[in-house]
Structure formats: structure tokens, C-alpha cells
């Protein structure tokens, strides 16, 4: 009868309870944490149950480290800051005015101009 050490049967019998010691179920619960992996594929490397692998990675709590898992709740810090004020957007257009006098004069006016002097200019413009 052949010995399979990996699975743990004799002649095909599957052996039960098997012992894992504990540095080795911490290393299958770290690998089950790892980015990219899996219960699935950490369970199927290490010819473990995957139930067994939650089982493990409840008893000892996040990753083998001790830490959070990626997948546990976390606090993340957070910054308030004043409101800023709000501006209008009809304050923001450009209220400038285009005169177009033919084709040969185009004439921008913005919003705070002097009504005689642009009329002076207008007057030139147009030979009068």
C-alpha cells in the first residue's frame, strides 16, 4: 500500500481529521488573503477543505498577521472643510457688447463703457 503524504490516504481512503499545525494554517489563511487570490484556489493548493480555510481565517481574525483583511470593514480618515460659496453663472458671462459696422469694423463694448464716448467713436467709424 502506497502512502500519498499530500493527501493523506492510504489505498484511497481519504484519512479523516488530519492535524495542521497552527504556522501552517496561518500561512493557508495569509495566502487566502493575498491580492489575486482565493479560498478556492489556497484550498485547492494546499489539498485543503475550503470550508475548513473560513474556519481558519475566522479563528484567527484578518490575515496571519493579525491584521484587518481587505475584505473586513476599515476606517479611513476624513477631511471636512468649509462650504465654498457658490457663483452665479449668469455673473460669470461676459456681458460685452459687439457692434459690427460692415464688414470693416467690429467694435466690443464692455459693461461699464462711457455712452458719449463710445457714440464719438461709432461717429468716426461711420464718416459722419
Known amino acids: 500500500m502506497s502512502t500519498n503524504p499530500v493527501m493523506g490516504t492510504i489505498a484511497g481512503r481519504r484519512r479523516r481529521n ?4 497552527e ?3 496561518r500561512e493557508i489563511v495569509a495566502a487566502s488573503y493575498a491580492p489575486g487570490s482565493s479560498v ?3 484550498s485547492r493548493r494546499y489539498d485543503v477543505n475550503a470550508n475548513q480555510v473560513f474556519k481558519w481565517r475566522k479563528l ?10 481587505a475584505s ?5 480618515p476624513v477631511m471636512v472643510e468649509p462650504e465654498q460659496p457658490i457663483v452665479d453663472v449668469a455673473a460669470r458671462v461676459s456681458s460685452d ?12 463694448v464692455g459693461d461699464a463703457f462711457d455712452g ?3 457714440c464719438r467713436i461709432l461717429d468716426v467709424l461711420e464718416g459722419r
Do not use: M
Not at 60 to 69: E, K, N, P
Not at 98 to 108: D, Q
Open 72 to 76: 473586513s470593514p476599515q476606517l479611513v
Open 60 to 69: 484567527f481574525g484578518g490575515d496571519a498577521d493579525g491584521q484587518a483583511s
Open 18 to 21: 488530519k492535524s495542521w499545525p
Open 23 to 25: 504556522a501552517l494554517k
Open 40 to 42: 478556492s484556489l489556497v
Open 97 to 108: 457688447i459687439v457692434i459690427e459696422l460692415g464688414r470693416r469694423y467690429r467694435v466690443r
Open 116 to 118: 458719449r464716448t463710445l
